[in-house]
């Protein structure tokens, strides 16, 4: 059976959800927490396995929407003070004082 080739508005957008998704994954790795790494890591992979049959470029241009809003909100999410469960890599040089 043949591959689907793929018109250039749906290679643009299979490219722009692959950027995405590499995005969503750059933004967890500084997480050191294991645990919480994994189930992110599983919660991204679930979220555009649950999508990756949809046909209708409307439609992922609305789940791409969507998708970069909750990575801004993860990225905030991830950037707070070690108070809110994650914690983040720090170097010594970011650190006011540091010597």
């Known amino acids: 059976m043949a591959k689907e ?16 998704y590499r995005d969503f994954l750059r933004t967890i790795s500084p997480i ?17 396995q649950l999508n990756k049959n949809i046909q209708d470029e409307e439609a992922i241009k609305m789940h791409l929407s969507r998708g970069r ?8 999410s991830i950037s707070m003070p070690s108070s ?14 540091a010597e």
């Open 84 to 97: 809110s469960g994650f914690k983040r890599s720090v170097n010594n040089k970011d650190l006011p004082n």
């Open 5 to 20: 080739t793929l018109s250039l508005s749906r290679f643009i957008l299979r490219s722009q959800v692959m950027d995405l």
């Open 69 to 76: 809003l909750a990575l801004r909100e993860l990225q905030i």
């Open 32 to 48: 050191h927490d294991v645990k919480s790494k994994n189930e992110l890591r599983q919660w991204i992979r679930q979220d555009f």
